[in-house]
């Protein structure tokens, strides 16, 4: 059994944030890896990226790109020591589950296509645990269980 993080945990646990030390205290207390997949990793990096590009235009906004390849580092390295593994996922079948999922729940729910495709990978590889501190997306795992 795993768990498959969504990008608001990956965001917790390599940048400086409110959930920060949950993540952190979670990710510490696992026996098993931390399965991502290949989607969620983009998604993760190019949050990073976008977040440099917010910061160089407004001080306020975003972070600066020391910040930004420090968390690229950590993840490489929890990737390189086998703490994170990309799990080999069947897009076909994911993408099948995501629209059975959107069918049931985004009309009543508001939920966006990337958190189904994460809920849905999460399903797929018969996770055993949803990490997220998204309560909407917490919301949708909840309901596909």
Known sequence: MIACPDTSFLCAMYVRQENSLAAAAHF???P???HVSGLLLYE???SVRFQVWLHARDKTKG????VAEVALAKLESNMDTGAVVVAVVDWPDVHRLAETISKRHTIAGGHRSLDILHVATALHLGA???LTFDANQRKLAVAEN
Do not use: T
């Not at 972070?63 to 020391?66: A, D, I, L, T, V």
């Open 32 to 34: 098993e890896a931390l």
């Open 63 to 66: 972070y600066p790109q020391s």
């Open 44 to 46: 993760f990096r190019q």
């Open 28 to 30: 510490k207390a696992m």
């Open 128 to 130: 055993r645990e949803f």
